[in-house]
Structures are given as C-alpha cells and as structure tokens.
Nanobody
Framework: QVQLVESGGGLVQAGGSLRLSCVPS????????MGWYRQAPGKQRELVAT???????NYADSVKGRFTISRDNAKNTVYLQMNSLKPEDTARYYC??????????WGQGTQVTVSS
C-alpha cells in the first residue's frame, strides 16, 4: 500500500518552475527527516535535498540556488520548490521519510520533464 504520495510533477519548459508535495499516508503516525531523490532513465537514483525535523537542509550541488525544500511538521508534509528548471532536471522524483524506530518510507514518485 501507499506510504508517501507525491504530487506536482509535470511537463515544463526550461526556466520554468514546479512545486512538488509529499504527503504521508494515514497509516504513518509521524516522520523525522524527509527528503527528495530523483532518478533519470539509465541513471542511478540521486539525492536532491533533505530536511531534518529541525529544518536543517542539505542540497545536491546541481540544484543549489534553484531548489528549496521545506516542510510542515504539523502535517508531516514536505515540499520541493523547483525554479529555473533545466532539461537535466528531467527525472522521476521520489519522496523519502524516516519515521519512528528509523523506519524508511518511500513514495511511488512523480515525473518531472523539462523541455529545452
């Protein structure tokens, strides 16, 4: 069954923006650190950004200055604001969360496609 649900992906032209959201399922009581990963066809999944419960953030060098990760702790929801999108950002984006007892949760991903 679904653990995390991502939304907000789509097709956008280079230079455009998208905002991704990730919402835990009703079966998840709470989460701690959360993050976004992405995977393009033929490539390994890579870290995009993470955010702790204390809102300390970390970004991949390739997205620094363009992407912003944020969270709403009351809703256990994480967001990824993506600006100045480039074709190389094209990938399926996955949400990740660490829950109680260090349990790991994943979403099924949302596709982001950036055209030239």
């Amino acid at each position: 069954q679904v653990q995390l649900v991502e939304s907000g992906g789509g097709l956008v032209q280079a230079g455009g923006s998208l905002r991704l959201s990730c919402v835990p399922s009703g079966n998840i009581n709470s989460v701690n650190a959360m993050g976004w990963y992405r995977q393009a066809p033929g490539k390994q999944r890579e870290l995009v950004a993470t955010i702790t419960s204390g809102e300390r953030t970390n970004y991949a060098d390739s997205v620094k200055g363009r992407f912003t990760i944020s969270r709403d702790n009351a809703k256990n929801t994480v967001y990824l604001q993506m600006n100045s999108l480039k074709p190389e950002d094209t990938a399926r984006y996955y949400c990740n969360a660490v829950g109680v007892l260090s349990r790991i949760y994943w979403g099924q991903g949302t596709q982001v496609t950036v055209s030239s």
